[in-house]
């Protein structure tokens, strides 16, 4: 178990930004609990992720803007979490960017409908930036303060 905790602290923040580039809220709430533990720092932890979840939104946004007919190929699939995601949209607006941080599912969707639907980079960009920070806030600082309840659950 040390040696696992060892290697999670050495290469954490890699597997942290890795994982987060791609939305991922998991590796940012282990990355509390290891912090609170003393393996990782929190800050670091929340710096590495907020901007990896930045890059990685934006850069699938441009990508659904720059290659519209490639990506709907890949979209056929997923109809159902395409409209769902239309809907959030249109329900929520630009709080949408905010929203969809958060829901499993349709968090990598966003970015690509949005740069599909002609939305405005340059807006998206400013919106996911805070987006992005709120996101680091809210998902590390609450594993962080709530690591104490689950490593008594694990003990």
């Known amino acids: 178990m040390e040696e696992i905790l060892h290697n999670l602290a050495l290469y954490g923040y890699i597997i ?7 939305g991922g809220m998991v590796a940012l709430a282990g990355a ?3 912090s609170a533990l ?7 932890s929340i710096l590495v992720a907020t901007v990896a979840n930045f890059i990685g939104d ?17 979209l056929r699939k997923h109809r159902r979490k395409i409209a769902y995601t ?18 499993y599912g349709v968090k990598t969707l966003v970015p690509i409908v949005m740069g599909l639907s002609r939305y ?6 400013v919106l996911n930036f805070f987006a992005s920070i709120v996101w680091g806030l809210v998902v590390g600082l609450g594993s962080y303060w709530f690591s104490a309840a689950v490593r008594a659950w694990f003990a």
């Open 86 to 103: 239309n809907l959030l949209m249109r329900k929520y607006g630009w709080m949408a960017v905010f929203l969809q941080k958060y829901i």
């Open 38 to 44: 003393g393996k990782m720092d929190i800050g670091l």
């Open 32 to 34: 509390g609990i290891l």
């Open 120 to 125: 405005d980079f340059k807006k998206f960009v």
């Open 58 to 74: 934006t850069f699938l946004f441009y990508l659904a803007q720059t290659n519209k007919k490639e990506v709907l190929k890949y």
């Open 16 to 22: 942290l930004a890795v994982y987060s580039f791609g």
